[in-house]
Each structure stands twice: as structure tokens, then as C-alpha cells.
């Protein structure tokens, strides 16, 4: 028979780190079932027998966000063998609120006081003797970054997990509350496991929603007793809980833990005294991002992204498979389905694979190092002033790589609201997939200006932080962002292997959406730019695909290129951001075209005027982002119509920013008002009326959008 473990313990806590260290290379992540948590299992390392089941962060077993629900429901129904909890020894206080809670579910539990490396090198102390004293269990201390006392953790849990753990009563509570608990426990025995009565008994008298809902008939027993208690205590039953949870935990860290009288500042203090400085801090970030994107879109993961794309794809892959399939006799039509369409098609997209796996490790580093969550927390006094969590800015970071792990990245965000709005925005950015589009612009139109592409980040950050303001505005998202509560670890050197998995799995995801939902819409586009509507084989200019950019295009008049090529290019887009560049090469006549289509920056001035060629690179990097992206937004938006409202929104946002830049754009230009100017000045009124009106609780756009 396994054995089962659960980890358990707050964000940041290091559970991560020590999960690694305690399954080596075994775990299996999935979901839990129904809500988009991660779900991480894997063996004990040396012992195939023992499963360790990784419960995501949290900091209480309230049953209110999906991540304590899911814990929650594993620990009372499932009931694990016994529970490893992790307790950050820097926040003491803040850990051990989950602790009392988790030692009242009758499971056996070892605490793994962790970061202990930090207290040590801060000079502070604490007593493992008295804490495991006070709380009635083992305490080990660990450092799960410099692998200490893991093995002693993992040899005293098997203990316990085989019932050698001594049953030691700890009092948490005063007189009035256990002789609640013990009546309480009375009356609902024999209806829940003996082992969770006392767990149950003070759910009753926290008037706990999930329990009141399961167990109607005990608490209406109950009622008179937690009546009774709330007016001796003159509180409700769930601040008498909670405050006597903080009281205890105050008392017994005051007499177990003892910092240095010497105030020691530790190397960690004095980087922060400079990196989040009032005045520094937006400096050094824009530095270090810069250097970020110079290595991995300029140099090094530019380079390898040119050898993949232009020799392994162009010169070998592409042709060799072309000669294999006619040297075997398959169907001409065939051939060009597999070969134009789908593999042309997936060395487009894995063409970023190198780039994009070097801003991935880059970004690791600075995720492991600490200074993401700096990033943060500095960035959070900015967006804050919208609405919007300063944890927003890491989905987006990682976003200029690619939207899919970028959106998958919202996980860290508590907060339902901020994390769905953040889902819906973070793909504003651009992502390494629309730099072709943008160069393709600044290139043909723009003389090769080098504003251009900054100009596009700032776009994207500034559609984040303004739709960031008009979504909270709506009914679904009202509300404050949630107070931000994200450790500052301390710094430290990056481990190799923390890295490396990391970059690996956002990579991954980034090729197993490439592997599905790219291949299928490859072959639509290929199919549709192929045939003619008798189908028959014919050139893209007359093809289905090219009938549909007619019928488009004049929906894009009013942006300034309802022109049949164009739209043909943004729809072709909807597939992977790049395409938008091949497209108009074959629209223009030119076949293969280099990255940047250096080779139709000639023609595209036919096409466009440089304010018409804007209004398409704001359009195109708005709208809705590729199949890919749209896939995970479905995934973390939990159904299709939330996502075709999220996608509609994007957009929509997209048409009225276009359309009011190139309709004001031709005013500024001197070119007089045109038919669609009243309209413009219509637009741009109702988006400045949804940034600025005042929050309001019940309004329909909103839930339109939004639910
Ligand atoms: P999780 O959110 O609980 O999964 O935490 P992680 O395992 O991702 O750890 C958060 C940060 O703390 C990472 O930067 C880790 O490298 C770091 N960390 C984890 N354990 C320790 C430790 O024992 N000592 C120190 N100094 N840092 C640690």
C-alpha cells in the first residue's frame, strides 16, 4: 500500500524547493479536477512506495478560493497519511496562523521550519525545542535551498505516517471555547470520523459557510452553545477563533524565537535598500529588462531563432519533406496540405522556441534570484493607481516572450477579479511572435524609425492599465486590488535546477498548444488560401481566403486599410502573430520572405499611408491574440463563453483605439474631417466616459463582458 504525504503550507514558503528536493525528478503535474490549481504529485525520493502530494500555497483552510478549497477538501476527505508543513522561519507569526489550523484535522504533522539559512545569517534564534513543545509535534529545521535537514524530515514524517508520532494535546484556546468544543463534539459524534471531531467543532463555531451548508442539523444543535459562548465573549464565533489562534501564536513565538539585539543588516536588506528605492527602482528594472531583451531577442536568442527558421526549416526540414513525400507518390495536394500547410506552419511557431526559451531562463533567474518579486512590489505603487495588482506586471513580463505561459503565469494572482482581468489583458503586450509584425511596419513605413517598437510596448502597458480601469469599473470586477501580501524572499544565488525546470515547463506548454490547436488552424488557413470556392486549386489571390478579406475589408475602412490584403493578413494573424508578415509576402507576390520581409518593404507604401500602417500594427497587436493564447484564456477563464466575451473585448478595444488614433490622426495630419470623424470623436468620449466614471455597483456592460 502507499503511503500518502501532503505538503502543505503558505505562498513562498519554499514548498516548491522542498518538493523538488524531496521527489528528485518523479512529479506529475495536472489539475485538480474542476478548477484550474495546479495539482503536482510525485515519489519520495529512494522510495517508490511513498506519494507526495504537493497542495498549492495558501494561508488558511478557509473553503473561500479555489486554492484552499482544493487543499481543504483533500486534507478532510482524502485524508493523507500524514502532512509535512512548511513554515517560512522568517514569518513566523503569519506561517504558523495555517499550522494551528492544519494540527486540528487529526493528521499526523511534522513542521519543516524553513529558511532557517536566513534566520541564522540574520543572527537571530529560535527554540525547535519549545515550538515542537507548544504545538505537540516534531519540528525540524530546514533549509530546503541548501538541501539541510530534508532527510531527517523525510525519515521522522515516515515515522509519524506509521503511527510512531506521540499524541501530545496543544492548547490553543481558553477555558470558555474547549468546553464549547467538547459539547460540540458531542453532540456531532458518530457523525463525522472520530479523528475530525475537533476539527469540525470549531468549523461550527467559526459558522464556517461550507459546513453550515453540509451539516444543517448540528449546527442548529449547536446554535445555542455558540450563542451562548459569542455573548460570554461579546464576538462572533469566527473573530473568537481567530483571535485566540493569534494570541496563542503570539505567546509561544514570543517565548520560542529571540532576534538579534544587534539589528544586523543583512546583504538582502542593503540590495533592497537600493533595488526598491523610491527613486531607483523604475531605473534599475527598465535596465535589467533591457538587458534581458538584448540577450534573448538581439543576440543569443535571436541568432538561434535565425538558424532554426532560415537553415533547419528553410534549407533542410522543409525541402526534405517535400522530396520525401513526392519521391513516395503521395497526392500533390497532399504534399502542399503537409508541407505548405502544416510543417511551413509549425517552423513558423517553433521558430521562437530558442528566443523564447532564453528570455524563459533569463526570467527564472530573475524569478529564483528574488527580484521578481521585487519587480512587484515596486511595480504595484504604479498599478495600484488602476486597480490593478502589481502582480499583474509578471504575466506580462513573461508575455513579451510568449502570451501562452504568460497568461498561465496569472495563477500567482489571489485575488478571482484581478487574476481573470489580468488574463484578459496581459496579451496586450507584444509578444516575440508580433516583433516581426512591428519591424515589417517600422521598416517599410517608417524608415526603419527606432520608436516603433517602443512605442509598442508602451501601447501594450498602456491598453493594460486602462483596461485594467474600465473592467474593474464593471460590475464582475468591482472592487479594491487584493492588499498585497507577497513575500520579498531573500536574494540569493539562482539554483541550476529550479531554472531549468522552469523554463522547460513554460517552454513545454508553449509547444503542446503549438502541437494541437496550431496544427488545426494551419491546415484551415492553408485550406482556405489554396481553394477556391469549387475547389479548385488556385493562387491565395483568388482563393476563399481572399474572398473573405474582401468581404472584411470594409469593416477596416475606417482604420484606414479596408484593403482586401491587409485583412487577409490580420486574419491569417488569429493563427500565430508572424503570420502577418508571410501573408502579405504571398499576397504581394514575393513567395518566401525573410523574418522582417525585408523584400516587401518596397510594395507595402502601395498599401498603406504611415498613419493607415499604424492604425494596423495598433489593430493587430490589440486584437485577439493567436488560437494559442485564445486556448489558454479558455483555460484559466473556465468556459468559451467567458472567453468570447474576453476575446470580443480585446477586440473591440482594439477597433475603437485604431479607429480613434487614424480618424484624429488625419485631423492632426490637416486632412479635414471625414464621414467617420463625428464617430471617432463618439468613441474616444465613451472610452474616456468608461475610464473615469465613477464605480457603480450595478451596471449591464459590465456583466456583459464580464460574467
Ligand atoms: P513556494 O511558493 O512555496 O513554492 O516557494 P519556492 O519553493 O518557489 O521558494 C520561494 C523562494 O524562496 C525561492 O526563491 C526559493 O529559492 C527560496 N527558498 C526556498 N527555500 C529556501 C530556504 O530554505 N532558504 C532560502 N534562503 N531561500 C529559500
Same mark, same amino acid.
Given at each position: 500500500m502507499t503511503i500518502k504525504i501532503a505538503l502543505v503550507g503558505n505562498p513562498n514558503c519554499g514548498k516548491t524547493t522542498m518538493f523538488n528536493a524531496l521527489t528528485g525528478g518523479t512529479q506529475r503535474v495536472g489539475n485538480w479536477p474542476g478548477v484550474t490549481v495546479d495539482k503536482k504529485v510525485g515519489t519520495l525520493r529512494g522510495n517508490r512506495e511513498v506519494s507526495i502530494i504537493d497542495l498549492p500555497g495558501i494561508y &488558511?483552510? &478557509?473553503?473561500?478560493s479555489p486554492e484552499e478549497a482544493v487543499s481543504r477538501d483533500y486534507l478532510v476527505k482524502e485524508r493523507p497519511d500524514a502532512i509535512i508543513n512548511i513554515v517560512d522561519a522568517t514569518n513566523l507569526e503569519r506561517n504558523l496562523f495555517l499550522s494551528t489550523q492544519v494540527l486540528e484535522l487529526g493528521i499526523p504533522v511534522v513542521i519543516a521550519l524553513n529558511m532557517m539559512d536566513v534566520i541564522d545569517s540574520r543572527g537571530d534564534s529560535i527554540d525547535v525545542g519549545k515550538l515542537s513543545a507548544y504545538l505537540g509535534c516534531d519540528v525540524i529545521e530546514t533549509s530546503a535551498l541548501k538541501r539541510k535537514g530534508l532527510d531527517e524530515v523525510s525519515t521522522r514524517v515516515m515515522e509519524v505516517a506509521s503511527g510512531a508520532g506521540s499524541d501530545r494535546p496543544i492548547r490553543i484556546y481558553s477555558k470558555k471555547v474547549e468546553e464549547a468544543i467538547s459539547r460540540i463534539s458531542r453532540i456531532i459524534k458518530g457523525t463525522v470520523p472520530d479523528d475530525l471531531l475537533r476539527w469540525y467543532s470549531v468549523k461550527i463555531i467559526e459558522g464556517d459557510p461550507e459546513v453550515s451548508e453540509t451539516m444543517r442539523d448540528a449546527m442548529e444543535k449547536a446554535a445555542p452553545i455558540v450563542a451562548r459562548l459569542e455573548s460570554s465573549l461579546d464576538n462572533d464565533g469566527e473573530s473568537i477563533i481567530i483571535d485566540q489562534r493569534y494570541n496563542f501564536i503570539t505567546d509561544i513565538v514570543g517565548k520560542s524565537s529571540k532576534r538579534s539585539e544587534k539589528g544586523i543588516l543583512t546583504t538582502s536588506d542593503k540590495i533592497d535598500r537600493v533595488v526598491t528605492n523610491r527613486w531607483l527602482a523604475l531605473p534599475i528594472f527598465f535596465g535589467v529588462m533591457f538587458v534581458i531583451y538584448y540577450l534573448s531577442i538581439s543576440t543569443i536568442g535571436g541568432a538561434m531563432t535565425d538558424w532554426v527558421n532560415e537553415t533547419l526549416f528553410e534549407e533542410y526540414i522543409i525541402p526534405g519533406s517535400r522530396e520525401w513525400l513526392e519521391g513516395v507518390g503521395t497526392a500533390a495536394w497532399l504534399t502542399s496540405l503537409v508541407v505548405d500547410g502544416i510543417i511551413t506552419g509549425i517552423g513558423a511557431v517553433l521558430g521562437f522556441l530558442p528566443q523564447m526559451f532564453v528570455l524563459f531562463i533569463l526570467l527564472a533567474i530573475l524569478e529564483d534570484c528574488g527580484y521578481m518579486a521585487r519587480i512587484a512590489f515596486i511595480m504595484d505603487r504604479v498599478f495600484r493607481k488602476f *486597480?490593478? &495588482? *502589481?502582480?499583474s506586471v509578471i504575466p506580462a513580463l513573461i508575455s513579451t516572450g510568449c502570451g501562452v505561459p504568460g497568461i498561465m503565469a496569472s495563477r500567482t494572482i489571489e485575488d478571482e477579479r484581478d487574476r481573470k482581468i489580468t488574463v484578459i489583458t496581459t496579451s496586450f503586450i507584444p509578444c516575440s511572435a508580433k516583433l516581426p509584425v512591428i519591424a515589417l511596419i517600422a521598416g517599410a513605413l517608417f524608415d526603419g524609425s527606432p520608436w516603433i517598437a517602443p512605442s509598442a510596448y508602451f501601447l501594450g502597458i498602456f491598453a493594460i492599465l486602462i483596461s485594467g480601469v474600465i473592467l474593474k469599473k464593471m460590475r464582475r470586477f468591482v472592487g479594491e486590488p487584493a492588499p498585497f501580501i507577497m513575500e520579498l524572499p531573500a536574494y540569493h544565488r539562482p539554483g541550476l535546477r529550479t531554472i531549468g525546470i522552469s523554463a522547460t515547463e513554460r517552454t513545454r506548454h508553449f509547444v503542446k498548444k503549438a502541437g494541437t490547436v496550431i496544427i488545426l488552424a494551419c491546415g484551415l488557413i492553408w485550406f482556405l488560401s489554396s481553394y477556391n470556392w469549387g475547389m479548385t486549386a488556385v493562387g491565395v489571390g483568388d482563393s476563399m481566403l481572399a474572398d473573405l478579406g474582401k468581404i472584411m475589408a470594409p469593416l477596416f475602412e475606417p482604420l484606414g486599410w479596408g484593403e482586401w490584403r491587409a485583412a487577409v493578413a490580420t486574419i491569417a494573424g488569429l493563427v500565430a502573430k508572424e503570420n502577418v508578415v508571410a501573408t502579405f509576402g504571398i499576397l504581394l507576390g514575393f513567395g518566401e520572405v525573410a523574418d522582417f520581409g525585408e523584400e516587401i518593404w518596397t510594395a507595402l507604401p502601395s498599401i498603406f499611408t504611415p498613419l493607415a500602417a499604424y492604425s494596423f500594427l495598433v489593430f493587430n497587436l490589440l486584437c485577439a491574440p493567436c488560437f494559442a493564447a485564445i486556448g489558454a484564456m479558455r483555460r484559466e477563464l473556465g468556459s468559451w463563453a467567458s472567453t468570447a466575451k474576453a476575446v470580443a473585448y480585446q477586440c473591440g478595444f482594439a477597433y475603437a483605439i485604431a479607429f480613434i488614433f487614424y480618424q484624429l490622426g488625419l485631423l492632426v495630419q490637416g486632412n479635414g474631417p471625414s464621414i467617420y470623424t463625428p464617430f471617432a470623436v463618439i468613441a474616444l468620449v465613451l472610452l474616456l466616459y468608461l475610464t473615469f466614471r465613477p464605480v457603480s455597483g450595478g451596471d449591464k456592460v459590465g456583466e456583459a463582458v464580464a460574467s
Open positions: &488558511s483552510l &478557509s473553503p473561500y *486597480g490593478l &495588482s *502589481g502582480k
